[in-house]
């Protein structure tokens, strides 16, 4: 019932089996966060490091929260006050922490597929918190974990995700992830923002959200980078979000009851008018919540898997 | 494995949980500060049915909480988990509450020592008492069932198989000797 893996690199290397493990156990979990006394004793002892080597609230609380509420030790670690700006390289820096007997390193960074030279060279087990424009399982699982929850199935919901797909982690693991599930999977954003051959991912490609909004259950959107327009590929802020931006008028073209989740930051205004962010159908805080709880499982069954290999 | 005996059957089963209730009754004087917590999952099933049979004496609903000790056990690292985790449901305070924790087996005790723990994560209560359906001997720990259906003493060779009508369609406890070899 363990996780096949020492690590957690993407979702690409799950089975749909353990996907729905990770769910189910999260599902126990979610109670914990909800008692006075949120932490129980399974993980005591065991010494976990968050390493994060880009800017990071969301995704470095929630896995520390997870890692507290099961009453793991966790250290956090981040780029500019460590000693990888004197120089260290990021297997050095690694190594030094296992060196001081970690079971688990949590790691960020801009670099695709650095948390996989991680696991290669190290004993501890490796969770991917984002690697590049890689893969953000961990996100991916609590989008999935927070349809089911609302939505009492994922399997043929009409799940389109908007935004800059090219550059984002988000939407590639949410992509596998969605797809392992049997959802049905549409994207849409500028053509810019589109990778050529996408369609090879099991997804329809829309130009307009109109399109790719019509009858859908739930709505992803991305968070669009600012600094993307300094290199071109849209040509300002207000023109992407007038014609790629959730606002009511384009809510209503989804099912009625449709889900709009967003895996923060959000930019007010530009992807998401504040109306739809607040509204009633937006469970971007349950998404939060969820994480949590989906860390916390994640978590545990790495750790439950390494004793029975 | 194979079937070694039936030591209780549904006749059997039914009438521990009533003279269980009634022992319940008895020292607790009454269903006052009173609640019924089950071990995951068969507990949850006894537990039910031991709130119902109180109906039946009493009058009175005797709330009943779920217990999922996954997260409580002191063998994550060395056991291989058969079962997917499952929800706990404490849905009544158990600060000041005399909680009767129902298990089907009671076995090592070490199951009772992680729901015991789990339990005074949701507060302090008064008292805790322990029910079991079967007591098959070779704790480990000093706990003891308060309510206790049936003393079975058992070798280590052998496993207990509770089956309950909720989940298996059928009630009945039987005892398993493990293959030769």
């Not at chain 2, 071990?39 to 109180?54: D, F, P």
């Not at chain 2, 002191?74 to 291989?80: E, L």
Request: with cysteine; glycine share 8%; proline share 3%.
């Amino acid at each position: 019932m363990a996780l096949k893996k020492k690590d957690l690199l993407g979702i690409d290397y799950l089975e749909r089996a353990e996907i729905e493990e990770i769910i189910s156990t999260a599902e126990s979990f979610k109670e914990v966060s909800t008692r006075d006394i949120k932490k129980v004793p399974a993980l005591r002892g065991r010494t976990i490091v968050n390493l994060f080597f880009e800017p990071s609230t969301r995704t470095r609380t929630s896995f520390e929260l997870a890692a507290k509420r099961l009453s793991a030790d966790i250290i956090n670690i981040s780029s500019s006050t460590s000693s990888v700006v004197k120089g260290e390289t990021l297997l050095d820096t690694a190594r030094n922490i296992e060196a001081m007997s970690s079971d688990m390193i949590i790691v960020r960074h801009s670099m695709s597929g650095a948390p996989i030279i991680l696991a290669r060279a190290l004993k501890s087990s490796v969770i991917n918190a984002g690697d590049g424009a890689h893969e953000h399982p961990s996100q991916a699982l609590l989008d999935l974990f927070t349809i089911k929850e609302r939505l009492g199935k994922v399997e043929g919901l009409n799940i389109a995700i908007i935004g800059d797909i090219a550059h984002s982690r988000v939407a590639r693991s949410n992509i596998l992830c969605l797809n392992k599930m049997g959802a049905n999977v549409r994207i849409c954003g500028p053509a810019t923002l589109i990778p050529a051959d996408i369609e090879k991912m099991g997804v329809k490609v829309y130009f307009r959200p109109e399109d790719a909004i019509d009858g859908a259950d739930v709505v992803m959107m991305l968070r669009i980078q600012v600094e993307r327009q300094k290199s071109g590929l849209f040509p300002g802020v207000r023109e992407y979000s007038r014609f790629f931006g959730l606002n009511l008028e384009r809510v209503r073209l989804a099912k009625e009851g449709v889900l709009i989740m967003h895996p923060g930051p959000i930019n007010r205004g530009v992807e998401i008018s504040p109306e739809v962010a607040d509204g009633p159908y937006s469970v971007i805080l349950d998404q939060v919540t969820n994480g949590v709880a989906v860390r916390m499982a994640i978590i545990y069954l790495l750790a439950e898997g390494r004793g029975t290999a | 494995m194979k079937i070694k005996a039936k030591v209780m059957d549904k006749d059997g089963i039914d009438r521990a949980l009533i003279r269980i209730a009634h022992e319940i009754l008895e020292r607790n004087r009454g269903t006052v500060g009173l609640a019924l917590a089950g071990i995951r999952t068969g507990g949850v099933h006894l537990a039910r049915r031991l709130s119902e049979n109180i109906r039946k004496i009493e009058g009175v609903d005797v709330p009943v909480g779920a217990l999922d000790i996954t997260m409580y056990r002191d063998d994550i690292a060395s056991r291989k988990r058969k079962t997917p985790m499952g929800k706990t449901e404490i849905t009544f305070s158990v600060t000041g509450m005399t909680i009767v924790l129902v298990d089907d087996v009671l076995f090592t005790g070490r199951t009772i020592r992680a729901a015991m723990d789990s339990l005074m994560d949701f507060g302090r209560p008064r008292a805790i008492q322990l029910a079991v359906l079967l007591d098959r001997g070779h704790k480990e720990l000093p706990i003891t069932a308060d309510y206790v259906g049936k003393n079975v003493p058992t070798s280590n060779k052998e496993a207990v198989k509770v089956r309950l009508l909720e989940e298996d369609g059928k009630d009945e406890v039987l005892i398993m000797e493990k293959a030769e070899g």
